[in-house]
């Protein structure tokens, strides 16, 4: 009886130590929960993340050298995945190019690359042979997911011929995500303001604003107060450096 007894207190002790094992062990107690995966919270048109290549075009300076960057395979990537906005501002038909087309176009003739603050990019130009619609493509490379803003002038056809004082544009922004209309970034409406600024110093058309638009990256377009945009912050002016093909330096 007595080895009986001790018997099964060995096997109770034992039982229970096992027992005490397992419950102090989560990972027998229930399968570990699977981790999640990997999310990205960027925009599906998001651009790389690394796009320091695109200092080296702001040499030599002043103006840089915009018409190699149009060319580059690198730079064309960056636009179309990029700009997937719809587009209304240029062409007619049914079948109008896309935003990531007429964006080199936009800043084809007296293209100039600047730097400002270390950490912004502005490629301007205009479309040859019509520099009343002129673009300005607005790069953020401060933050660790750059913001892209194409901001396009064109005329809007509407009583005034654009060689007329009183001749109306529009302004069109194109972000790579989505911004607030009503807090567009101070760095992007300062750099609009310059935009106008260059454009006076070099002679060319400086436009009247008379409606500006955001469209964001879904196609959605907000309406603008242009002033707000950074828009009409000097006189309008007619564009002599066009019409006489020179342009101040």
Known sequence: MHNLLQLATILLL???ATAHAQITNPDNLVAPPPKPPT???????????????????TQPAPYGRADDLRLDPRFQDLLQSTFKQPQTMWGSGEKKPTLANIIPLFLSQYGTITAERDRILTIDGCVPSFC??????????????????????????????????????ELWLFPSRNLSPDELPIALTESIAHWDARLAAAHRLVPHIAHAVLIEPNGSPYALDPQLAGANTIAPQPDTATATGKEDE
Do not use: C, K, M, R
Not at 39 to 57: E, G, R, T
């Open 14 to 16: 034992t039982t229970t």
């Open 39 to 57: 999310q990205s919270h960027l925009p599906i048109n998001a651009p790389p993340a690394d796009l320091q290549w695109l200092w080296a075009f």
């Open 132 to 169: 009343p619609a002129h673009g300005l493509l607005w790069i953020d490379l401060g933050t660790p997911n750059p913001l892209l803003v194409f901001a396009a002038v064109n005329w809007t056809t509407e009583g005034h011929a654009t060689d007329e004082p009183n001749a109306n544009y």
